[in-house]
């Protein structure tokens, strides 16, 4: 039977140097565990090109005497970008590229019963002949064992892959393939409760075998209830079990056709974000729960239905929660605009073939991404990289992102990047103006069309919002045969000098780094119904406003309408913009009237009289002195009217458009859905503050690999809003058995701050914040 064995403790890392060939004395090394991210860099401003190293890892291989005579591969999920291998000073083989999984047979390389040396030789330079460098690339490629490495144990006689193939119905075929063509193959169906619902067996004539198998009212995989089956192909031979192996699979049909995208039958829209796999400091180097997370935010904070991983394949882990929680997948080869030589092409083929046979029982993935991000058309090149796909996986459609227009199609679904909004134009090019009556995705929009820090001010984070928004809304349009759209991006993330802001980050995502939410984020979340949400885009600082004008603020919700309040003063009930956003099945609350009826409730003026004071004040909010003559004309009229003098006047408008002169001014924001209350925020005037510490995983574990646990500390006020241009030093104190990933002095950034801990051993852990001579403290325990 095969063995799968974790070896991700107790590495030993240096920067490599040549006499590492002859000696390699691990007084001279540092203890590490994978993931491992080579090269710690700082969070911003650095020069990436001290990513690009040579780095030398060892690993003591404890080869059992039973293992003899089997066959032993050690297995790399990810080597960031040339990987050489040895065994006991014997060279093995070397793989070159850094997203896609590889394994080499040591069996021949092991002494058993002894300790042998693994020896991992990893060059993080961005080598032109692998993709997908050799022209400028908008992300960095960091460097180090990023990714989990395990050992399998085989014997001679065994099961080399399962490839399990299903359309949505009853129907579910094995395509098996073994290491020789004698003995028996059987295949169990397990529900999700292990009850077999089918089974079957067949004599092994031949090294690949086809056997079928059907399901009596099978369960489908979809959105929302995302079923997975489990299959156990179990090989015999004289009766005797020599291998079994357990892939986990759902039943479902998915198909872009000319006029959408249809799952199970059901055509829906479907609304994405790309994904970067990087995170602060340690690049790519995240562990399964990190994967996980990210997932989870995609689903359940985002509320998106699809993501891509944009620019190449990524953790078996971030597939493995999409497979579990119901999220659509778009996977794509490693590649930024630039096609190599034939070298480079035929490595590029490489990786479509590695990509699709790690991956191709995942249901969550319902599209293979087999040309570069946006490069120029490539008949022969693309033409291959297709014909690839479509023999390893006839079930699954191909598509190849490009950012151009009537661009030559040899896939079948032609997605685009579409970057034509402004924020004053339509969200989205018609797509008979892109290409012919296809299926057709957008596979990027907004972007770097306007980069947004989170604390940048109000209005750009509007802007940012609400240029997301118009392209969702624009997408979401019925008729207009488009499948869907797929945001560029769900995080900022590091870069190469030639992009970003001068400090290496590219502020293009609808998250920050920290995974910490923007307002552009709120304009995908409050598309769904996973939790209320409320998020008012203003902090009702007119200060925050050019000229103190104050004259819209938008609320993004999923609320069926909102009741606003103003010092404990009703103003009005206002609803979902539906005028505006016709195709949102959750437009935005735009509100315009902070005044309502409490000119006339509290001045004791007509309706009439209170509704052109309402109008004279918003338009003194807009010119200042600069009245056209009209409403001077009408502030004379009411002045003299209700006997005010010009002074008296003048406070009226502090009092309901500015707040000066009064001692406080408070907004309240009550969200309803089904006549219910179900959510209230607070905009007031900073009173009293306080830092709060969330830890987002307070349960580690350490199974495989290390666990970590991301952390977020902020700053609120009186009613736990943030307080958002807070930039407060802290220092981050972690002990006992977490410890932390970075640095330990850093400070707020807009009112808040993210960063991870990492399991060390079992027991508890202590995770402390100092900061403005308090400290805010949490507990871990690590299982």
């Known amino acids: 039977m095969r063995e799968l064995i974790p070896i991700n403790f107790n590495w030993f890392c240096a920067p490599y140097e040549d006499s590492h060939l002859k000696n390699r004395d691990k007084e001279n090394f540092q203890k590490v565990n994978l993931p491992h991210h080579g090269i710690e860099i700082p969070f911003h401003h650095f020069n990436e090109k001290i990513l690009e190293s040579e780095l030398s890892y060892l690993y003591d291989l404890d080869a059992k005497k039973s293992w003899e005579g089997k066959i032993v591969k050690i297995l790399f999920e990810g080597v960031a970008h040339q990987a050489k291998i040895y065994i006991n000073r014997n060279y093995v083989g070397d793989h070159r590229g850094g997203y896609t999984a590889f394994e080499f047979d040591i069996s021949e390389k092991l002494i058993y019963g002894e300790k042998n040396e693994v020896w991992v ?31 399998l144990v085989l014997e001679q006689q065994h099961i080399k892959y399962t490839f399990i193939k299903n359309n949505g119905n009853s129907k579910v075929q094995f395509e098996i393939g073994l290491s020789q063509n004698n003995g028996e193959i059987d295949v169990s169906i397990l529900k999700a409760n292990k009850k077999i619902v089918s089974m079957k067996s067949s004599k092994v004539m031949d090294q690949t075998i086809n056997i079928d198998l059907d399901i009596e009212r099978p369960v489908l995989w979809d959105l929302k209830t995302h079923y997975l089956y489990d299959a156990i192909i179990t090989y015999r031979v004289n009766d005797e079990v020599i291998d079994q192996i357990t892939e986990r699979f759902g039943i479902r049909s998915a198909e872009f056709k000319e006029d959408g995208f249809y799952l199970n039958g059901e055509k829906i829209k479907l609304l994405g974000l790309n ?7 340690v690049g790519y180097a995240m562990p399964k729960s990190a994967q996980y997370e990210d997932a989870e935010i995609l689903k359940y904070q985002l509320g998106t239905n699809i993501v891509r991983t944009s620019h190449y394949p990524q953790s078996k882990h971030f597939l493995d929660r999409c497979d579990e929680i119901g999220l659509l997948v778009f996977e794509e080869i490693p590649g930024w605009q630039h096609i190599g030589d034939e070298k480079w092409q035929d490595l590029s083929c490489q990786n479509v073939k590695e990509m699709i046979l790690r991956d191709r029982n995942h249901p969550s993935i319902v599209l293979w991404g087999v040309r570069i991000n946006e490069s120029a058309d490539n008949h022969d090149f693309y033409f291959k990289t297709n014909g690839i796909a479509r023999n390893l996986d006839p079930t699954r459609q191909t598509a190849g992102v490009r950012n151009l227009q009537q661009s030559e199609f040899l896939e079948d679904v032609y997605t685009y990047n579409d970057f034509s909004h402004r924020g004053y134009n339509r969200g989205l090019e018609e797509k008979s103006k892109i290409t012919k009556k296809i299926p057709y995705l957008v596979s990027e929009y907004n972007g770097h069309m306007f980069p947004t820090k989170r604390y940048d001010d109000e209005l750009h984070r509007l802007s940012h919002a609400l240029r997301h928004l118009n392209v969702i809304h624009e997408m979401m349009e019925k008729d207009n045969h488009i499948s869907g759209s797929i945001g560029w991006c769900m995080s ?51 200060g925050d406003h050019p000229a103190g004008e104050l004259s819209k603020v938008y609320v993004f919700t999923n609320m069926d309408y909102i009741k ?36 006339k409730e509290n001045e004791k003026m007509s309706h009439r009289d209170a509704e052109m004071t309402k109008g004279i004040l918003k338009t003194v909010g807009q010119y200042g002195n600069h009245l056209p003559l009209k409403f001077k004309l009408k502030i004379l009229y009411l002045l003299k009217k209700y006997k005010m003098s010009y002074d008296e006047g003048v406070k009226m408008f502090y009092r309901y458009m500015s707040g000066w002169g009064t001692e406080k001014m408070s907004y309240r924001f009550e969200g309803y859905q089904n006549n219910q209350l179900m959510k209230t925020v607070f ?80 027991g508890k852990g202590k995770i402390e914040i100092h900061v403005n001579e308090q400290t805010i403290s949490k507990e871990v325990v690590v299982l």
């Open 564 to 599: 606003l309040f103003k010092n404990d003063q009703y103003v009005g009930t206002f609803y979902p913009d539906k005028k505006q956003y016709p195709n949102l099945e959750h437009p935005p609350v735009i509100i315009t009237d902070f005044i309502g009826d409490t000119l």
């Open 683 to 762: 905009k007031e005037n900073n009173e009293t503050f306080e830092y709060v510490l969330d830890v987002i995983k307070k349960e580690l574990k350490i199974e495989d690999t290390y666990d970590v646990s991301r952390c977020v500390i902020s700053k609120v006020n009186q009613h736990q809003e943030l307080v958002q241009y807070s930039f407060d030093p802290i220092t981050i104190k972690v002990s006992g058995a977490v410890e932390l990933i970075g640095p330990n002095q850093v400070s707020l950034q807009g009112g808040t701050l993210g960063f991870w801990v990492k399991t060390k051993s079992k």
């Open 275 to 281: 994904r970067h796999q990087s995170y602060p400091y």
């Open 492 to 542: 900022d993330y590091n870069t190469h000098q030639e992009f970003g802001s001068g400090d290496r980050i590219c502020y293009h995502g609808v998250l920050d780094m920290f995974r910490i939410p923007k307002m552009a984020s709120f304009s995908y979340a409050s598309q769904n119904q996973h939790q209320p949400i409320l998020e008012v885009s203003s902090t009702m600082n007119i």
């Open 121 to 151: 030789i990893v060059d993080s330079k961005e080598d032109p002949s692998i993709p997908p460098f050799g022209g400028v690339v908008d992300f960095l490629g960091y460097s180090g064992i990023y990714r989990e490495v395990s050992l």
